[in-house]
């Protein structure tokens, strides 16, 4: 066995006002985090827990990682975004054009997201959260669908995508431009390990293309990464 996704972590200066903010669009239940933070937990077992942790770092320039949210019929995406804003979010504008269909949003603390229109072919079947939309090169989509072993469902001009063979969210990257790092990202991949393996996969990871932050593990056991386009993620210690 290879690791699992665990969680995709959020860092936020109130976690638990951004865990409520997504709980309340997503429907997913929100429990106490033991580092801190909250958790909500998947509405079905092809999902992974989203994490919300406490940071002091501020939020410098967009973010490499954002939600791609479905629509069954027209009405569901006006349904999403009237909850969202009436649950914090606020409208932004990142360079879409007028004749462009999805709708783009940010969360209280800024995390940008997108509710896309009925219809789309690409995010049919997927969920909710049809997709995990990353600035990404093809080389790192490479890099987690060997590290997950996620086969790729996407693989064009240099975009890749991947899905878990059980179905879900679709982890996308769109391919150079790859825009530079601004700061630590703040949202994070958690990796679970099967029992016993850390070591093992933190290994393999490297082998993949890989590198430990040097200094950054804690006293919880997580091995802290980055993935071959500078993006922080971590393998959490056997549990």
Known sequence: MTCQLFALCFGASEPRRLAGFWSGVLGWESVGDAHGGLTLLPADERGFRLRFLPTRDEKTGPNRMHFDLTSAVPEDQRRTVDRALGLGARHIDVGQLPEEGHVVLADPEGNE????????????????????ACDGSQEVGYFWSAALEWPLVWDQDQETAIQAPHGGTKITWGGPPVAPKTGPGRLHFDLAPPAGGQRAEVDRLLALGAKRVDGADD???????LDPDGNEFCVLAPR
């Open 219 to 225: 006293a919880t056991g997580r091995v802290a990464m």
């Open 113 to 132: 997201f997108c509710v896309i229109e009925a219809g789309n072919a690409f995010l049919a079947d997927t969920g909710f959260i049809g997709a995990l």
